[in-house]
């Protein structure tokens, strides 16, 4: 299901103010959000994920991250250790699987004490966001292949 369809289907089952907040999901750190609980968790999780990323290639490229800071403050050392063991990957789309596990153990962790209400309806949400877009990742990777297949055989020998 795409996030389209889902927004679709929760329409006329959540209050309009709470469909907002779920409409706007995929734009969390861009859009200003008067949501409470999870969304406002998540906003800080994702922007605090963020903010440690810039800091870890700005470094490596030595450069200032001060100015692509975003509502910066101090994450936990755990958190930083590991951003560190996941950006080592040699390999980019490893890197972003890992943080997208990371990603989707924090939703885990923010769903315990919630069964159906907007709060996992957020929650699903994200996760759906992820899905989709691994969906599209390996679309694209199986193009790819196609393609190189295609034009070996299209090559004279």
Request: proline fraction near 3%; aromatic fraction near 10%; include cysteine.
């Amino acid at each position: 299901m795409g996030f389209a369809r889902f927004l679709e289907l929760a329409q006329d089952f959540i209050p309009q103010r709470e469909f907002a907040v779920l409409k706007n999901c995929a734009d969390i750190l861009k859009e200003p959000c008067k949501a409470s609980g999870i969304a406002n968790t998540w906003r800080d999780f994702e922007s605090s994920l963020r903010n440690e990323l810039v800091k870890i290639r700005a470094k490596r490229l030595h450069k200032d991250a001060e100015k692509y800071l975003r509502n910066y403050s101090e994450a936990e050392l755990s958190f930083i250790h590991k951003l560190n063991e996941i950006t080592r990957s040699p390999h980019s789309l490893d890197a972003e699987r890992a943080l997208d596990l990371l990603r989707w153990n924090k939703l885990d962790e923010l769903c315990f004490g919630h069964y159906f209400d907007i709060e996992l309806l957020f929650i699903y949400a994200q996760k759906l966001l992820i899905l989709i877009r691994w969906d599209k990742a390996h679309a694209a990777q199986k193009e790819k292949v196609l393609n190189n297949i295609v034009n070996s055989i299209e090559q004279p020998v």
